[in-house]
């Protein structure tokens, strides 16, 4: 059991056990972040989401120095789609649907170029990497199971995009018990409204959901425990 470490977060201090708390960070996936993907199909510009990719290295090798666990998370579905619900598959009018050969690869199928996380962010030899079918990181995974083996209380959330995967997971983790972190410019989104809301609404009301704090005080943090 290690003291608590604090960080400067809206709406109070986060203090979080470094040895009890885990980074997650949600979909950094080709198909969200680079043209030809999954995102680009729903007509957005994903130029916006390759902002958080910077500050998230930085909050992932500082996280890698101070040995805290280290989990990934990707979106996507087997080959045969039989775990896409006909709901998500038939939903909007993407240029390409889930499943449809893209540059990428097949979108959104797992095992594709396009579903695997980028370059930058790639999973370290150990590090966890949780496939999901689903918006939210707790719905059909292993990551309950495998967050209560490793006894894990506390999540410093980073990924994309905000105001669905990250929120969805933020509000599974809250439900469950876990305190949430979310660090404000590791997380991003298509919207700057969303993004803007979204962060609001996880702190709001003392922390309704988790806290909020930009990536330095974090960081700062660690520098601490290193
Ligand atoms: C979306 C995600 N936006 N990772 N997925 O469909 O946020």
Redo the contacts with the bound molecule.
């Keep these: 059991m290690s003291d608590p470490l604090l960080v400067e977060a809206d709406p109070y201090p986060f203090a979080f056990d470094p040895d009890h708390t885990a980074l997650l960070l949600?979909?950094m996936?080709r198909d969200?972040v680079e043209p030809g993907g999954?995102?680009e199909t729903?007509g957005n510009d994903v130029s916006l989401l390759r902002q958080v990719i910077p500050p998230l290295r930085d909050v992932l090798d500082a996280t890698r120095r101070a040995g805290l666990t280290v989990i990934h998370t990707r979106?996507g579905h087997l080959p045969d789609l039989s775990d896409c619900p006909p709901a998500k598959l038939n939903r909007g009018a993407p240029s390409l649907r889930i499943g449809d050969p893209g540059p990428k690869g097949r979108i959104l199928v797992r095992g594709e170029y396009g579903h695997d996380i980028i370059d930058e962010l790639a999973p370290a030899e150990g590090e966890l990497v949780i496939d999901k079918p689903g918006?939210g990181a707790f719905y059909a995974t292993g990551l309950d199971q495998a967050l209560r083996d490793g006894d894990v209380r506390s999540l410093v959330v980073t990924?994309?995009?905000?105001?669905?995967?990250?929120h969805?997971t933020v509000r599974e983790a809250n439900d469950r018990g876990y305190e949430c972190l979310v660090l404000s410019d590791c997380v991003g989104s298509?919207f700057a409204g969303f993004q803007r809301y979204g962060l609001e609404m996880i702190a709001a009301q003392g922390g309704i959901f988790g806290w909020v704090a930009p990536s330095g005080g974090y960081l700062k943090a660690l520098e601490a425990r290193s």
């Design positions: 949600i979909d996936q969200f999954f995102g729903l979106e918006k990924g994309v995009t905000t105001e669905v995967c990250v969805t298509y």
